[in-house]
Structure formats: C-alpha cells, structure tokens
C-alpha cells in the first residue's frame, strides 16, 4: 500500500510539473517570439532540456553515476529548479497585469458618426453586410437584377462616384464585361476612377478578367484582408493572386510590410514596428517575471557561498551548575557536502567556527551528500576545528543514504567524536546523541535508552538529535536542551510553510515542558545552493545557569 501511495505522489507531481513548464513555455516563448524564429526554437529546446537536467540532478547519486557526472547535471539541474519555483510564482502574480494591459490596448471601435464622416460630399457609403469585417468583400449586384440600384442598370454616362473624400489611389480596374460585375462598373462613361480608402498611396491590385461572382468590387474592400489598424502602417497595397476562384476576396500575403505574423487568436492591434500589442506586453511582463526570479535565485545563491554568518543565543537551563554559566556551544548542521558545495565551503565554515573560540562544537547530522571516496577531500578541513571540550557528531538523515558507517569511521579519523546513541558525561553536564529516525532503515535508529536511560537526572543534560520531531522522546528522558537541524528553515521560501507541516519547530528556540528545543537553518543548502527567507547560519549557543 506504501508503494502504491509514493507512485501516485510521484506521479501527481510529474504530472503537475508538466503542466507547469507546458504553461511557462506557452506565455514567455509561445507569446514572446515569431514562429519558426531561432528565439523559439531555443526556448523550446530549453523546456525540455532543463526539466531533464533536473531530473537527472535529483538521481544521479542514487543511481551510482560518477561524480563528474553528478557535478556536471547538479549546477544547471538544481539551479533550474530554484528558478522554476520563484518564475513560477512571478508568473501567477503577474497574470493579472497581463491581463489588465491587454484589455486597455484594444482600440475602441469606430462609432457610426465617425464612420460616416470618412464618406466624401454627396457619397454613399457601400452597405455592408452585419457582422462583416474590414476585409469582407462587398456584395456583387448582377447587370439588370431586380431590386439592384439604379447606377448598377444603367446609369448615364458622367463622373464615377467617388470614395471618401482624401482617399488618394485609383480602384481596381476591371474588364468590361467580366461576369458578376456590376452593370455600373462595365457601362460608366470614361471619368474619373473611383478612389480607394485613405492613406493607401498606391493603386489597387488589378482583378483578372473572368473574376468570380462575389469578387471584391468596392473600394471599401482595398483593405484586402488586412487588420484594420495595419492598414495604415502598410506600405503598398497587396496583390492579388491571379487565378482567384470565384466568390474569393482578395487576401492579404502573411510578408505585408509592418504587419508581421500572428498566432491564432492572437489581437489585431500592431505597432508601428511589426510587433503586436499581445507580443509586446507578454515580453514586458515574461521579462519582468524572469528578472525577479533570476534576481531573487542570484541573491540566495550569493548568501549560500558566501559561506553562513553567526547567530548567538543564550539559553537558560534550570539545572546547570553556576560554573557553567557562559558555557559556549556552537551548532553546525545541514552543511550538505555534495557535487556543489565542497572543499571551499567547509574551510569556510572551520573558520567561521574557530572566530567564535567555542567551548564544544556539535555536528548535528546531514554533513555530506555522498561518498567517502568522493567527498572525502571535501571534508578534509574538519580536521582544523578547535574547541576546549572537543567536537561531535551524530548521524543525519543523509547520511544513512549514503552510506552512514564509512562516515562515522571517517569523521573519526578526522578528530570528530561519534555518538551514536550515546552519552559522554562532561564536567559540568551530560552531552549526549542519538541516531537519525532514517536509521531505523538499517536497524540504526535513534535509542534513548541507551544513550539517556540510566544517567543521572540532577544533573543537566543537552542532546544531539538531527530531526526536530524526537522532541517529544527527549522531553519524557528528562532532558534540558535539544540541539537539531534538519529543517533548513525551510531554505526557499514558501518552503517553510510546508517544513511547519512536518516539524514541531522549523527555526529558533521554543519550549515543550521541562525541556527545550533549538534548531538551526543549517550552514549549507540541499538541491540548489540557494536560500530566500532562511539565511544559513552557525548558531553559538550560549548556556546561562539560574544560580548566576
């Protein structure tokens, strides 16, 4: 039944990170770039590519790949994934921004005084019919058909009837003849040709002789198909192809100069320059997302390498002795040795800890990411660390993936000293350690009994437990102060919410009865070498006696 439940979870988050880069890929390479342009089909190689990096960065150790390869996919695999989540989020603000600036740039339609004021002097505008756009053709009106107007039977020879008025270029000429003509257009005495709409400086296309019923006859229709605020834009009239069957109007060539292609559904407007108003707004808004995002993971990734700063706290315990009061106890956790953070980072953290000329040192698990035999020489500084009571470790929940043992005998040889489920009584109080829970895999998991059950209750006691939810367990063994990681402090925000879900605490100090709990946001970062909301931290806990 477990399995089952773990295969419809991995699948439901498959599935949804699916949909996730299908709709990223839809509103920043979709709506930002041309079809068949170079810009799309590098964004599209990118969504597929960067979603198999991540997949890859997540495992590669796992499944045994070299380490060259785990460094080579962790950098982009991982960093892709700190970039999905705040794009992401970006994207889904900015939604309605989108939404906003694409509702006010579409042009008000033109109202039918307006539309009326284009006609010239004595003109009649051409009926049209309802509902036909700026680029249907007008009605063909057959010589001498019933109810057809008058100019159409057989109108005297004099001027032709002329277009709205400013409109500079000759209308089509047509054959005499052609069938489905009007009569008007193959009986008018020679005069001047009718104009066609304003702003198209050139002559309109000649239609062929033989030209279909229903042809386009107006010089309304010298829009040809074209959007109407394009028209303006357009440089020279489109030709029309030769050949035209009959009842089809003239279309406007996708090359028209000014108007460029659209994708289906795409808004009429254009700009001046050839882009359209929906391509236009969806780059403002995609590249704004995409520089917070970037911005916010190039932030984070900074206070990660930079190495972490140190936190100092002071914690009251009803039972030390007055001789231990100011007694120094700096907490490392989470350092998270891997095919990103190595050799540099952990000789940054040794220093950072030396500064503080700790009493005790305590490693309270999830040290490394990997093997002895690739990261040894990542760990290698450990052996720089300087404290008056020494420094231990106890086993994380990363360790136990891989391999636990060979890291406890290493971190021996290094000058650490191991407690697995065990106590070592101090001068001034008891220390003591337990395995993680994920020990429990292999039979190793935590054992209070062993490393708490038969000491001396008088006497204070500070435990090393890496998962903040054995709480509980310390608190029935009687004990002080509970020192844990685990949590990151949720390292990427939202993430702590979630870390909230599964942690009786995800950062500080709190209090449960007798016994109280601080845990640290770790000196490193697993996954992305980045943290937002969650610095990482060296805390130096300070212990404070009643009796001072």
């Not at 051409?126 to 057809?148: K, N, R, T, Y």
């Not at 990734?301 to 100011?326: D, E, I, Q, S, W």
Request: proline residues 9%.
């Amino acid at each position: 039944m477990t399995v089952v439940i773990f295969v419809a979870v991995a699948l439901a988050v498959l599935g949804l990170l699916v949909l996730v880069h299908r709709w990223l890929w839809i509103r920043l390479v979709r709506d930002t770039t041309r079809p068949g342009g170079a810009w799309r089909r590098a964004g599209t190689v990118l969504a597929f590519a960067l979603p198999a990096l991540s997949v890859a960065a997540l495992t590669a150790g796992r499944a045994g790949a070299p380490f060259w390869l785990q460094r080579g996919v962790s950098w982009p695999g991982f960093m892709w994934l700190a970039v999905l989540l705040y794009l992401t989020l970006a994207m889904l603000v900015a939604e309605p921004a989108r939404a906003l600036l694409l509702r006010s740039s579409r042009p008000e339609p033109p109202k039918p005084a307006q539309a009326a004021a284009l006609a010239g002097p004595g003109s009649a505008a051409p009926a049209v019919p309802a509902g036909a756009g700026l680029g249907a053709a007008a009605p063909a009106v057959p010589a001498g058909a019933e109810g057809a107007p008058a100019a159409s039977r057989g109108a005297a020879p004099g001027p032709a009837p002329q277009s709205p008025a400013g409109l500079g270029s000759a209308a089509p000429a047509v054959p005499a003849g052609a069938e489905g003509v009007p009569t008007a257009i193959r009986g008018a005495a020679p005069g001047p040709a009718p104009q066609s709409p304003a702003g198209l400086g050139n002559a309109a296309p000649a239609l062929p002789a033989g030209a279909g019923s229903g042809g386009a006859a107006s010089a309304v229709s010298a829009g040809l198909g074209a959007r109407s605020d394009a028209v303006a834009g357009a440089g020279a009239e489109p030709q029309v192809r030769e050949g035209a069957g009959r009842g089809t109007a003239p279309q406007a060539p996708t090359d028209t100069p000014g108007v460029g292609h659209a994708e289906a559904g795409e808004p009429a407007q254009r700009g001046t320059d050839g882009m359209s108003r929906r391509r236009f707004v969806a780059r403002v808004v995609g590249g704004a997302a995409a520089a917070a995002a970037v911005g916010t993971v190039g932030y984070g990734t900074y206070g990660v390498m930079r190495g972490p700063r140190v936190k100092r706290v002071t914690v009251p315990l009803a039972k030390l002795p007055r001789a231990a009061h100011g007694f120094r106890i700096a907490v490392v956790s989470d350092v998270h040795l891997g095919p990103i953070l190595g050799r540099a980072h952990t000789a940054r953290i040794v220093d950072t800890v030396n500064r503080t000329q700790p009493d005790l040192i305590a490693i309270v698990g999830d040290l490394v990411d990997g093997n002895v035999h690739d990261l040894g020489r990542a760990a290698e500084p450990l052996r720089g660390l300087r404290a008056r009571h020494g420094s231990y470790f106890v086993t994380g929940n990363h360790e136990y993936f891989s391999g636990a043992q060979q890291w406890i005998d290493h971190v021996r040889e290094l000058g650490l000293t191991p407690l697995e489920n065990a106590r070592r009584p101090l001068p001034l109080f008891d220390l003591a350690g337990v395995n993680d829970v994920q020990g429990e895999s292999e039979g190793h998991g935590p054992d209070f009994e062993a490393a708490l059950g038969d000491r001396d209750r008088s006497r204070a006691a500070v435990l090393l437990a890496h998962q903040p939810i054995v709480i509980h367990d310390a608190v029935r063994h009687g004990v002080d102060l509970q020192l844990s990681g685990h949590t990151h402090g949720g390292q990427l925000w939202p993430g702590n919410y979630l870390a909230e879900l599964a942690n009786p605490t995800v950062a500080g100090l709190e209090r449960y009865g007798d016994t109280q709990l601080y845990v640290s946001r770790g000196a490193g970062a697993w996954g992305p070498p980045v943290r937002v909301g969650a610095p990482s931290d060296i805390t130096v806990v300070e212990l404070a006696s009643y009796q001072a």
